[in-house]
């Protein structure tokens, strides 16, 4: 049995169990059908009997009456095909008389008994006398009893085979029913379960669960199949774990590399010394790479020498001795071709370039040249103790830090230039402020002095009590000159809106000039750029330095328009002057100096400068600005 589990098919195997019942069904079958056929023809046969015991009475009948003899000849005929009918059997009807011993003795001596009574019933010259006949009859008649009691005793014992064979069959088909149930679970329900159990660990999740095959039948396959489609998966999901966690190892080195540039650029950002950001980009990048030590040091191409601006981890001998060194005359600092990022193993030179690294226990050396727009700023240098070799990512990332660290050094120097440019421009503001005030005052004065001196010689005293006035009075216009040169570098802007820097210029104008004044501005709009406010602010100013100086105003008016363009009018009711053509110019040579600075800084800021004056009329003075200047450009708006 075991070798049929193992080896047979499972169709093999209920055809092998279903087998023996089909053939013992259709031996049963078979001799069911044989017995009902014995049944049949025995049935037959006992009718045909029971027909021979009528005609035998009919027979006995009409020898009285038929005086010819013609019907009982021909009953005599029919008798006798009924015996041989009898004795033959018909297989087509069927008919048959189940013969046995006593079968046979009765069928003799029925025949006997016949063929007697035939012998009374021939013509003859002797005619049997009735009561022989009904003798003969009478005996012939027991006879087909006995036929008939011997083939009903036998289709008693068929009825019985039959009832006998029906429950036979009704037994085997319970116990087949009930084999092929213990079948159908050992070999197709308790596999199927199995297999059903283990999808359903499969689908929880157990990677591990595998299907015993007990057999090797189409079931047993089926378990096998289950088993290798497992085993992928159980190596697919490995290889997909093994691929996942590259991958996060992968994702994680990124994310920390991000987070080192970020710190990085964060401290670039945020740093405004150079000592300070060297200091703090040796230690990241450090802790970055995993040196055991790192240094700073700033290129100076023209000397050919680099200074050490910072280090993180050198022993203190050697921060000292390579504070400043030559270039190549060590492992670091190449001046040649700006040489890319170097990895350089120490122990492998033979010079004595490597004296102060062979002594401090460095192995290798990793420098990275930190270059803006291909001109060498500095030079990153990362000393290890065991021998290395940097990455494609690892050199990538350091290369990407010391880009950083280039830009920002970079902008630390354009800053400081700016810084310089700004001084020199402050400088430049109060040189032109200087002289086209304070100088021209003081070179008026050299002149008086000079007229003094010669009126002194004469003793022209009436000459120079009239220079000395001059004199007292260029001290007032100077002294004055310097208060108003102090108010324009003292006034600041906003940088929202420049209302409020003219509300204190003209503030500041009331109280020195003792005239009263008036700001009034018009429309809406975007502020100018800071420049550009301390610039008008200034033609303002000394705008109304000239009105404090020689309008003799009695009121003085500002309006300022923020649409279409920007533009800044100063008014007053004083003395006026004649200027031609409206321009603005000095309207008596270089005493009223302010006109000449007004224009100046018109042309800076790229504005219009217009003056309108009559003498006893009042001035005008009119700055428009550049389109370029306003911070948006509003519709044009006719002048008021």
């Not at 037994?171 to 070999?187: E, H, Q, S, T």
């Not at 950002?269 to 150079?274: C, D, E, Q």
């Not at 209302?499 to 429309?523: C, D, I, M, N, W």
């Amino acid at each position: 049995m075991s070798t049929v589990n193992e080896r047979w098919s499972l169709g093999a195997k209920l055809a092998l169990t279903c087998l023996p019942f089909v053939l013992v069904g259709l031996v049963l079958t078979g001799f069911t059908l044989w017995v009902s056929w014995q049944l049949d023809g025995g049935a037959a046969a006992v009718n045909e009997a029971g027909r021979l015991r009528m005609q035998a009475y009919r027979l006995a009948w009409t020898s009285v009456w038929d005086g010819e003899g013609l019907e009982r000849r021909q009953m005599l005929q029919g008798f006798d095909r009924s015996i041989a009918l009898l004795e033959r059997g018909d297989v087509e009807r069927p008919l048959f008389v189940p013969w046995d011993a006593e079968v046979r003795r009765d069928f003799s001596g029925m025949q006997s008994a016949w063929q007697r009574l035939r012998q009374m019933q021939e013509p003859g010259p002797l005619r049997p006398r009735p009561e022989q006949i009904d003798q003969a009859t009478a005996e012939l008649v027991a006879r087909i009893d006995q036929l008939v009691s011997a083939v009903e005793r036998h289709i008693a014992r068929y009825t019985a085979v039959m009832h006998l064979l029906q429950i036979s069959l009704l037994l085997l088909g319970l116990l087949a029913a009930a084999v092929l149930m213990v079948v159908g679970y050992r070999f197709v329900l308790e596999p199927v379960a199995d297999l059903k159990q283990a999808v359903a660990s499969l689908r929880g999740g157990d990677l591990a669960v595998r299907v015993e095959p007990a057999t090797s039948d189409e079931l047993g396959a089926l378990a096998v199949g289950f088993n290798e489609m497992a085993e992928r998966l159980q190596a697919s999901y490995a290889g997909l774990e093994a691929r996942v966690s590259h991958k996060t190892a992968e994702l994680e080195d990124q994310r920390t590399r991000l987070q080192a540039l970020y710190d990085i650029s964060l401290l670039l950002s945020h740093t405004g010394n150079l000592q300070e950001l060297a200091a703090g980009f040796c230690a990241r990048l450090r802790h970055l790479a995993r040196a055991d030590a790192a240094a700073l040091r700033w290129a100076d191409v023209r000397q050919g020498q680099f200074v050490l601006l910072a280090g993180d981890g050198l022993p203190a001998g050697m921060a000292s001795e390579e504070h400043c060194i030559r270039a190549d005359e060590c492992l670091c600092g190449h001046l040649a071709d700006a040489p890319d990022t170097r990895v350089i193993p120490i122990r492998a030179l033979p010079d004595a370039r490597r004296r102060h690294c062979e002594l401090a226990g460095w192995a290798t050396v990793v420098a990275l040249p930190i270059r803006a727009q291909d001109r060498l700023l500095a030079e990153l240098n990362l000393f290890f103790a065991a021998q290395t070799d940097l990455s494609a990512p690892d050199r990538v990332l350091f290369e990407t830090a010391c880009s950083h660290l280039a830009t920002a050094m970079e902008s630390l120097r354009l800053q400081a230039l700016e810084k310089e440019a700004a001084v020199a421009e402050e400088r430049g503001l109060l040189a032109r402020e200087l002289h086209d005030s304070i100088a021209q005052s003081l070179a008026s004065l050299h002149i008086q002095a000079q007229l003094m001196r010669r009126a002194m010689a004469r003793d022209d005293r009436p000459r120079m009590s009239e220079v000395l006035a001059e004199i007292e009075l260029g001290l007032q216009e100077s002294h004055g000159d310097v208060r108003e040169l102090l108010v324009h570098f003292r006034t600041r802007t906003n940088t929202e809106d420049i209302e409020a820097a003219l509300q204190v210029t003209l503030s500041k104008f009331e109280r020195q000039s003792g005239v009263p004044a008036t700001l009034t501005v018009h429309g809406y709009g975007l502020p100018l750029p800071s420049d550009v406010q301390v610039q008008a602010l200034h033609v303002v100013q000394e705008a109304l330095s000239n009105v404090r100086k020689h309008a003799q105003a009695t009121h003085v008016r500002l309006d300022v328009w923020k649409q279409p363009v920007w533009r800044f009018q100063v008014r007053d009711d004083g003395l006026g002057f004649n200027a031609p053509g409206g321009d603005a110019g000095s309207p008596d040579g270089d005493t009223h100096v302010g006109l000449h600075i007004m224009r100046e800084r018109a042309q800076r800021m790229g504005a219009r400068l217009e003056l309108s004056t009559e003498p006893g009329q009042g001035t005008t003075m009119t700055l428009t600005l550049a389109q370029a200047a306003g911070a948006s450009p509003p519709p044009r708006q006719p002048a008021v």
